[in-house]
């Protein structure tokens, strides 16, 4: 059974950090692209960040371009996202994203919230 398991969201001041987890179960995480996906309240999902799984290449949509961070640890079948300089604009839910053929898997997601 595939599944994906955010963790790691929270309360953030502006400017602090954090680092969103994705742990993949039910495959192996290293022959498939991943990615990070938000959604804020009120609007449409956005695409964050991917990860490529033949190169190690990666896409981020440019409002987190030099903030956002993302990675993977293939022993530990995970992927990473580290966020720096978080701004208020970046609350959201955050899920992570697999495509498996025609089928679409998501986690359950994980808030994050930037505010003083």
């Known amino acids: 059974q595939v599944q994906l398991v955010e963790s790691g969201g929270g309360l953030v001041q502006p400017g602090g950090s954090l680092r969103l987890s994705c742990a993949a179960s039910?495959?192996?995480?290293?022959?498939?692209?991943i990615g990070w996906f938000r959604q804020a309240p009120g609007k449409e999902r956005e695409g964050v960040s991917c990860i490529s799984s033949s190169d190690g290449s990666t896409y981020y949509v440019d409002s987190v371009k030099g903030r956002f961070t993302i990675s993977r640890d293939n022993a530990k079948n995970t992927v990473f996202l580290q966020m720096n300089s978080l701004k208020p604009e970046d609350t959201a839910v955050y899920y992570c994203?697999?495509?498996?053929?025609?089928?679409?898997?998501w986690g359950q997601g994980t808030q994050v919230t930037v505010s003083s």
């Open positions: 994203n697999v495509r498996r053929g025609p089928i679409d898997y």
């Open positions: 039910g495959f192996t995480l290293d022959y498939y692209a």
